[in-house]
């Protein structure tokens, strides 16, 4: 049996930090309100000109080396944003191009904080059917380009990033499942309404921007990131204590510890990087995921469970050996 098992991990985040007390100077709001609500003390943004394929390509070189593998030897590439260089070409072909590979496929996913997941997901689907074999796997936004910045409910959650892994064939798991949801019903929760197909005039009128009813995509975060970890335990015949370590999409730490009381995990067993990365939507699972493994935490064989929630509504799971 083939698995898909990730073999390097690289993040990258921008340089430019904006404190809770920076945002103190540009919105009503408080250092003390953002961490006891949030867990966030700062982020990162990107720069004017810095480009989601700009993070991407940081992010990406440091996985390839971590995985000791060259670019021209990468089958398939998959990025996950929701805030793309440009309407088109992708910024999987974008990345393509910057790091030099010719030929293989290159698409970009789009379902928000879930993107990560999403990819990771469809990248075991094309290596577990030999489609692919050495993938690139990204995820990378610059959400500071549609945060409302004179919104205090918005303005202090988001951050900027990159994270990336290569994810090869083995015979040695790996993934061991993914498990991809959405229900579009949810949309009017969690939206930026603006678009290309609508039209650019409602992007004028104030559209392009993220608007979210933040409380009751807390409620919806909470109880669904519950559901998936006892759909993902239970499709793998596993228990609670089976799990070493359990790697969050980053929004909220009072999301994160919910789903850890759920799963009886001591804050130890959790990688949380949401205090110094904001919210980084589709970038923030696998710039946790690289932080843990560059830092000792997360060690070969042991087993993760990684789970996210976003716009959409997206929710999803994948469950792997490291
Ligand atoms: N600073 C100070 N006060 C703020 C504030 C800010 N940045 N943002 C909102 N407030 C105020 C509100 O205006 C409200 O005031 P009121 O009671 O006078 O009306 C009060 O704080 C409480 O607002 P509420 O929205 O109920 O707070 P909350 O405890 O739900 O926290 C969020 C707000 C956004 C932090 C929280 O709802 C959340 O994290 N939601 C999920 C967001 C998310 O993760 N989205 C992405 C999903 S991937």
């Not at 993934?175 to 197909?197: C, M």
């Not at 979210?212 to 519950?226: Q, R, S």
């Not at 239970?234 to 850890?260: C, F, M, V, Y």
Request: proline share 2%; aromatic share 6%.
């Amino acid at each position: 049996m083939t698995y898909a098992r990730i073999t390097g991990t690289g993040g990258h985040l921008p340089d430019k930090v904006l404190t809770n007390h920076d945002l103190e100077r540009m919105v009503d709001t408080s250092d003390d309100w953002i961490r006891e609500r949030t867990g966030i003390s700062k982020r990162h943004i990107a720069v004017d000109g810095e480009t989601t394929c700009d993070l991407a390509e940081q992010a990406s070189r440091r996985a390839l080396e971590a995985a000791g593998r060259t670019a021209d030897e990468i089958d398939l590439v998959i990025v996950a944003t929701t805030t793309p260089d440009q309407i088109f070409p992708s910024t999987a072909c974008l990345l393509q191009q910057r790091l030099g590979i010719h030929g293989c496929a290159a698409f970009d996913i789009q379902a928000v904080c879930t993107g990560f997941v999403y990819a990771l997901g469809v990248a075991d689907k094309f290596v577990r059917t030999g489609s692919a074999s050495c993938v690139l796997v990204v995820g990378a936004e610059t959400l500071s380009r549609i945060v409302d910045w004179t919104d205090r409910s918005t303005c202090v959650l988001f951050g900027d990033g990159a994270g990336a892994v290569v994810l090869e064939a083995s015979e040695e798991p790996g993934i061991i499942s993914a498990h991809l949801h959405a229900d579009g019903d949810y949309e009017s929760l969690l939206r930026v309404p603006g678009g290309v197909s609508k039209g650019y005039d409602l992007v004028q009128e104030g559209g392009a921007y993220m608007e979210m009813k933040g409380n009751e995509v807390f409620k919806m975060a909470v109880t669904t990131l519950g559901r998936i970890v006892d759909e993902t335990l239970e499709a793998n015949g596993l228990e609670k204590s089976d799990i070493d370590w359990l790697i969050p999409h980053q929004a909220n730490i009072r999301i994160i510890n919910a789903t850890a009381r759920k799963l009886r995990m001591s804050t130890e067993r959790v990688v949380v990087t949401v205090g110094e990365h904001g919210n980084t939507s589709a970038a923030s699972v696998p710039l946790a995921l690289d932080q843990a493994v560059r830092d000792g935490r997360v060690k070969r064989g042991e087993t993760i469970l990684m789970e996210a929630f976003g716009g959409g509504f997206t929710w999803g799971s994948v469950l792997l050996k490291y």
